[in-house]
């Protein structure tokens, strides 16, 4: 069973930075052969894909975050990451970590139901 645990989150003015954390526990094996991913849920909408990193380290982003965000993974240390620059307000939402051990669809975010392990969430405030 794979636990993911994210932190990182906070609160902070727009044009800032954040970087997320999500540190993987609980399997044997390394993050090497995952396929993981971003995903956040702002108050009253829908949970949506901000990116993607496949286990060959090819990434791909949501177009709201493109330029802004990167997503890498430190596969020494088990955990994802998430560069998060040149925030903005509608950037604020809780923030999600997600895995999965299969390949995932090439050139897009898989949708929700595709990942099989997912943290708690951290949330990220961008106040103007």
């Known amino acids: 069973q794979v636990q993911l645990v994210e932190s990182g989150g906070g609160s902070v003015q727009a044009g800032g930075s954040l970087r997320l954390s999500c540190a993987a526990f609980?399997?044997?094996?390394?993050?090497?052969?995952?396929?993981m991913a971003w995903f956040r849920q702002a108050p009253g909408k829908e949970r949506e894909g901000v990116a993607s990193?496949?286990?060959?380290?090819?990434?791909t982003y949501a177009d709201s975050v493109k330029g802004r965000f990167t997503i890498s993974k430190d596969n020494d240390k088990n955990t994802l990451y998430l560069q998060m620059n040149s925030l903005r307000p509608e950037d604020t939402a809780m923030y999600y970590c997600?895995?999965?051990?299969?390949?995932?669809?090439?050139?897009?975010?898989?949708?929700?139901?595709?990942?099989?392990?997912w943290g708690q969430g951290t949330q990220v405030t961008v106040s103007s």
């Open positions: 997600a895995a999965d051990y299969r390949r995932p669809p090439m050139k897009v975010i898989a949708p929700l139901s595709w990942y099989n392990y």
């Open positions: 609980g399997y044997t094996g390394s993050t090497y052969y995952m396929a």
């Open positions: 990193i496949d286990k060959d380290g090819t990434t």
